[in-house]
């Protein structure tokens, strides 16, 4: 009869494998929370600026439909910083559970 004989290079292989998947993953993840981010900045940058250009117009005397206009901008912009925020927890959160897979796949 045969002897047995186990070969270990395959799970390691294996092991090796899940580890870079999980790795690539993890990068992934933190660039879309990068990009996440810079969007938010974004937003935040042109919420300032219309929020600056609206007082200076103010200041030079505005008609109240560009006024209204101004403010439907400004909630607009608002909702859209709402959303980008809680885009951002969502990937911060993506970011977390991948790490934690990958910690999970050196074991």
């Known amino acids: 009869m045969k002897p047995y004989s186990f070969r270990l290079n395959k799970i390691l292989d294996y092991r090796k494998y899940l580890s870079k998947k999980a790795q690539v993953e993890v990068f992934n993840a933190r660039n879309e929370c990068q990009q996440r981010e810079k969007e938010l900045l974004r937003l935040v940058e042109q919420r ?7 007082g200076e117009e103010e200041a030079k005397g505005m008609c109240v439909p560009v006024y209204q206009i101004f403010q439907a901008f400004m909630l607009k912009i608002d909702y859209d910083l709402k959303e980008a ?7 911060k959160e993506k970011v977390i559970v991948k790490e934690a897979i990958l ?3 050196y074991i």
């Open 48 to 54: 300032a600026e219309v929020s600056e250009e609206c």
């Open 85 to 91: 925020h809680l885009r951002l927890n969502e990937g």
């Open 103 to 105: 910690r999970q796949a």
